[in-house]
């Protein structure tokens, strides 16, 4: 089965702080995504990666960043956290896009700004 | 612009009945469509998958519809048990692009 391991499940810190949430897949995935998950809203997707040290932009990517310096490994990072950011994040793996690839996820981090 | 939805926030229902949860989109033209289970405090775990060319797809219980006609899809469970309950996540999917998901319908089995 597809892990897809997120380095925290919660995660408390303070206004202006720079967050780094992590994760992680063992079945040698090429795409991997975040996505930020509020009540009503659905998942909405910040970023995404095709490839080692490629990235793309979601639909929402205004105050984050990624990184992708190897394969399994997919960063998230808030570079200056703020109380809107306040969310559930989830992080999703899958095979190369050749159509009708499922998602697989992470538990989430609920992470809270303070 | 393109829009998921779920035909609504929670459904409750009786122990043995069928769950039918619907998921309409529009100004979309998905190749796939996909059905995820999601229970609190948990990610998302893909249940089933459908082509735009498939009319009906089955897993044990599961029964997804498809009808790009009416840009509809409806998802049934059979002989709902209390371990159904959880939110299920409908997702568009184009080869050409993101997966879109829906918001979710939360789905409660009572004994």
């Known amino acids: ?114 | 612009s393109q829009k998921i939805e779920q035909n609504s926030e929670a459904l409750n229902i009786q122990e043995g009945k069928t769950a039918t949860l619907t998921c309409n989109y529009t100004n979309y033209s998905p190749a796939y469509l996909q059905w995820y289970r999601q229970d609190p405090g948990r990610g998302p775990v893909f249940l089933l998958l459908i082509r735009e060319n498939e009319k009906e797809k089955r897993k044990e219980r599961l029964k997804v519809t498809f009808d790009t006609t009416l840009k509809q899809s409806l998802f049934h469970i059979t002989a709902s048990q209390p371990a159904d309950s959880a939110t299920y996540l409908c997702a568009l999917d184009s080869s050409a692009s993101k997966i879109i998901f829906g918001s979710g319908t939360r789905l409660s089995i009572r004994p």
């Open chain 1, 1 to 114: 089965d597809v892990k897809v391991t997120q380095s925290s499940r919660y995660l408390v810190k303070r206004t202006g702080e720079k967050v780094f949430l992590e994760c992680v897949q063992d079945m040698d995935h090429e795409n991997m995504f975040w996505y930020r998950q509020d009540p009503g809203l659905g998942l909405r997707l910040i970023y995404f990666s095709y490839d080692v040290k490629m990235k793309e932009k979601g639909d929402i990517p205004e105050g984050y960043s990624v990184s992708r310096e190897k394969k399994e490994r997919f960063s998230l990072i808030l570079e200056s956290a703020s109380t809107n950011q306040t969310s559930m994040y989830l992080c999703a793996s899958s095979p190369p896009r050749q159509g009708g690839q499922p998602q697989h996820f992470g538990d989430g981090t609920r992470l809270s700004i303070l």
